[in-house]
C-alpha cells in the first residue's frame, strides 16, 4: 500500500496538524522496516536524531514521531481527512508514478508552531531512485485549481508550482492558496532529497511564503548532513 505524496494530501496533512485532531497512536519503533533491511536508508531512529531541534520563532508543538512512515500520527490524521474529503475533481486525488510513498518506508516527523502557522519537517529513508521520482513528479495541469468540501465546509485552492530546485541534491516546490469563506491560508511544501532520504517542508499559515518555506528547508538539510552519516 502506498500513500500519495501530493499537494492535495500535503494540503490534509497541514490541516490535520494545524487542527491539532486526534487519532490512532503511532506504533512505537521496533522492529526493522523492509527498507532497512535491504540496507537502503536509515532506520527510523537515526531520521528522528537528524530532525531539526529548533525553528527560531516558533516552538516545538510535540515530541518527534518516529517508525514506519504509515504509522506516524500526522500521517495518519490527514489519512482521515482526505477520506472525509470531497474532490469537484477526483481525478486529482488519485495515485500517479512518482506519487507515491509505501506506508512501511522509515520516516520520522517533528512539528513546530506559532499563532496561526505550522511548520511540519518529515524525513523518509528511501533508496536515491525513489526520492528522485519524488522530485521530479509535477501537479498535472487541470490540477492546478480544485475545490473541496468537508462536511459543510467547502474551500477553493489554487496551486503553483516551481521549476526543479537545487537544494539538497535536487528539490521541487508547490504552494496551495486556499480560501475559505473569509479565510485565506497559504502552504508551501518543498520536497528535496538528500543520501538515502526524501525530506518534506509543510509550512502553513496565513502568511507563509516560498522564501521562508525554502530558508527552511535549507536549514533542515544542512542540519540533516551534520547527524546523518
Avoid at 23 to 37: M, S
Avoid at 57 to 74: C, N, Q, V
Avoid at 170 to 192: E, I, L
Wanted: glycine share 10%; charged share 20%.
Amino acid at each position: 500500500m502506498a500513500q500519495r505524496l501530493l499537494p492535495i494530501v500535503l494540503l490534509s496533512t497541514a490541516a490535520a496538524t494545524a487542527c491539532g485532531g486526534g487519532g490512532e497512536r503511532a506504533r512505537p519503533v521496533h522492529g526493522t522496516a523492509p527498507a532497512e533491511i535491504a540496507g537502503v536508508g536509515y532506520t527510523a531512529d537515526e531520521l528522528r536524531q537528524a530532525l531539526l531541534v529548533h525553528v527560531p520563532g516558533y516552538r516545538r508543538a510535540s515530541e518527534p514521531d518516529a517508525g514506519e512512515y504509515g504509522t506516524l500520527k500526522a500521517v495518519q490524521n490527514a489519512a482521515r481527512l482526505q477520506r472525509d474529503t470531497v474532490l469537484d475533481k477526483p481525478q486529482c486525488g488519485t495515485s500517479r508514478p512518482g506519487g507515491t510513498v509505501d506506508t512501511d518506508v522509515p520516516a520520522a516527523l517533528v512539528t513546530f508552531a506559532k499563532k496561526g502557522m505550522t511548520v511540519t519537517e518529515t524525513l523518509m529513508g528511501m533508496p536515491a531512485a525513489d526520492a528522485e521520482k519524488q522530485v521530479n513528479a509535477r501537479v498535472p495541469p487541470d490540477c492546478l485549481t480544485f475545490r473541496t468540501r468537508v462536511g459543510s465546509h467547502r474551500a477553493d485552492h489554487r496551486v503553483v508550482e516551481t521549476p526543479k530546485g537545487e537544494i539538497g541534491e535536487g528539490s521541487r516546490t508547490v504552494g496551495v492558496a486556499t480560501v475559505s469563506g473569509a479565510a485565506h491560508t497559504r502552504t508551501w511544501y518543498v520536497v528535496f532529497r538528500g543520501r538515502h532520504y526524501l525530506a518534506t517542508i509543510t509550512l502553513y499559515g496565513p502568511t507563509a511564503t516560498r522564501a521562508e518555506a525554502e530558508r527552511l528547508a535549507r536549514a533542515s538539510r544542512a542540519h540533516a548532513t551534520k547527524i546523518l552519516p
